[in-house]
């Protein structure tokens, strides 16, 4: 039975924040494509998510360099996997997570094709027209289902068709829009536009994918609970519990001051972790709508926040709203108006001078980033 090793929660925040790329003078990952890999991937439910996300972490970070990540050289690809919800993931992730998470992304589709009355071979039909619109270039969204729907009366059908292809991976998502406070989408067939990348699952490979996610979610949150793998997966405890038996000992028994589960910690990063220093208590830092960071956990996320907070910094669904971090433990939330063109926010407790004015000159630097992105479509 491995020994449980007991660690700072003043380390454990240092070092995860530093893994993350929130730490500029200590974080490894460089660059938006390695930013992507620590936090396997940015989560892209709300638009500007992944913009800020990037931002944050890369202070001469430009709207354009995501854009052409994604259209341009095509590293990375904008997909719905874990809970449902879109990423943005290099390549090589986003197989792994598409594949882990399709059953989830499936159901749905079913269920839509159920409650419209409609049967499979009805959406292989409209699959078929669906593939027989699509080219080599992206087409827009209500473009593909007004040119595959050849009556009114088929549209329903169509998007089931047209959500049915993405989830399978045989068509892929791309957003057309200048802006990150907008988006336009379109799709296109997958192996057009990112060749060489196959995200149809097998069956036999949904395990090892499954298996595969979980490592790499302990990998890039570590510490982290079993609870916390599976609300941020989505594949529910047994799944992550049999993921971890399987790995054997590549990760050991943690436990955190003040947090109550046993967290898990790849074997080779504790050393990483006992040598991390404390940040200093001034550090600040500004996390995007729904950050990986905050997004990684559920059941530990106290090691952030106070519990007393947590309907401050969380919504009724869980979503964590954009914070203000300080000395790696949130003590604000903070958010843009788009009509006022200006950055608000709201602090949990008193904090001194010095540490108020970094906070004010880092949400300038976000406002002034935000205000130069075209406002409305």
């Known amino acids: 039975m491995p020994v449980l090793v007991r660690v700072p929660r003043p380390e454990e925040r240092a070092y995860r924040l530093a893994r993350h790329g929130l730490v500029p003078e200590r974080s490894t990952p460089a660059g938006v494509d390695a930013l992507a890999s620590a936090t396997y991937g940015l989560h892209a439910a709300r638009q500007s998510s992944p913009w800020v996300t990037l931002r944050t972490r890369l202070p001469a970070f430009e709207p354009t360099e995501l854009r052409h990540m994604l259209s341009g050289e095509r590293r990375l690809i904008k997909v719905r996997c874990m809970r449902q919800t879109l990423h943005i993931l290099p390549l090589d992730l986003a197989r792994t997570a598409h594949h882990a998470t399709l059953r989830q992304r499936l159901a749905p589709c079913r269920a839509r094709l159920r409650r419209l009355g409609r049967s499979d071979t009805a959406l292989r039909d409209a699959c078929a027209r669906v593939r027989a619109v699509l080219g080599e270039t992206p087409v827009p969204y209500r473009e593909l289902e007004a040119r595959a729907a050849s009556t009114r009366h088929q549209v329903s059908l169509i998007r089931i068709a047209i959500k049915w292809l993405w989830e399978t991976g045989e068509v892929a998502h791309v957003d057309l829009s200048p802006s990150l406070h907008h988006e336009h989408r379109a799709f296109v067939a997958t192996e057009a536009q990112y060749p060489g990348l196959d995200l149809r699952a097998e069956a036999p490979d949904l395990q090892s994918s499954c298996d595969a996610l979980v490592r790499e979610h302990l990998r890039a949150f570590g510490p982290a609970s079993i609870a916390d793998t599976a609300w941020w997966s ?114 949990m407790r008193r904090l001194t001078k010095g540490v108020r004015s970094t906070i004010a000159e880092r949400l300038l630097d976000m406002e002034d980033f935000l205000r130069a992105e075209p406002m409305f479509p």
């Open 234 to 347: 989505g594949l529910g405890r047994t799944a992550v519990r049999d993921a971890v038996m399987r790995a054997g000992g590549e990760f050991v028994p943690v436990a955190l001051d003040g947090v109550s589960d046993e967290l898990l910690l790849a074997a080779d990063e504790l050393e990483r972790l006992r040598d991390t220093e404390p940040l200093d208590p001034g550090h600040v830092t500004l996390l995007a709508y729904e950050d990986p960071t905050l997004k990684g956990y559920f059941s530990t996320r106290s090691r952030y926040v106070d519990a007393c907070h947590y309907d401050l910094l969380f919504n009724t669904i869980g979503e964590a709203r954009a914070a203000i971090m300080v000395g790696g433990e949130a003590v604000g939330i903070w958010s843009f108006d788009r009509r006022g063109r200006r950055v608000t926010h709201s602090l």
